[in-house]
Nanobody, 123 residues
């Protein structure tokens, strides 16, 4: 079992920044790819960004490229999502996710989810 706990969400004005954190515990290993998804009201959960635990290779959705950066600190078992130039369209619940031994992830392949953290961007 792997437990994921997100933090760092909140209310921010458009153009501002937030950093989300996801602390992993339990049976963590370098074989997990970690990532972030988000879900806005009335919409499906969508992929935001992911990072391989051992190599650091990252992927991100086109909608956030150049604005969001995913990173990890293996010593702390923590993954971060730095979000800059936030837009009203980024308003959603953000979920941390982990998938075992896959280079990439989609919502159907995720093995573990965090509880989610709300990000609200006011325009």
């Amino acid at each position: 079992q792997v437990q994921l706990v997100e933090s760092g969400g909140g209310l921010v004005q458009a153009g501002g920044s937030l950093r989300l954190s996801c602390a992993a515990s339990g049976r963590t290993s370098i074989s997990y790819t970690m990532g972030w998804f988000r879900q806005a009201p009335g919409k499906e959960r969508e992929f935001v960004a992911s990072i391989r635990w051992n190599g650091g290779t990252t992927y991100s959705a086109d909608s956030v490229k150049g604005r969001f950066t995913i990173s990890r600190d293996n010593a702390k078992n923590t993954v971060y999502l730095q979000m800059n130039s936030l837009e009203a369209e980024d308003t959603a619940v953000y979920y941390c996710a982990a998938v075992y031994r896959r280079a990439t992830m989609d919502s159907r392949s995720v093995d573990y989810w965090g509880q989610g953290t709300q990000v609200t961007v006011s325009s």
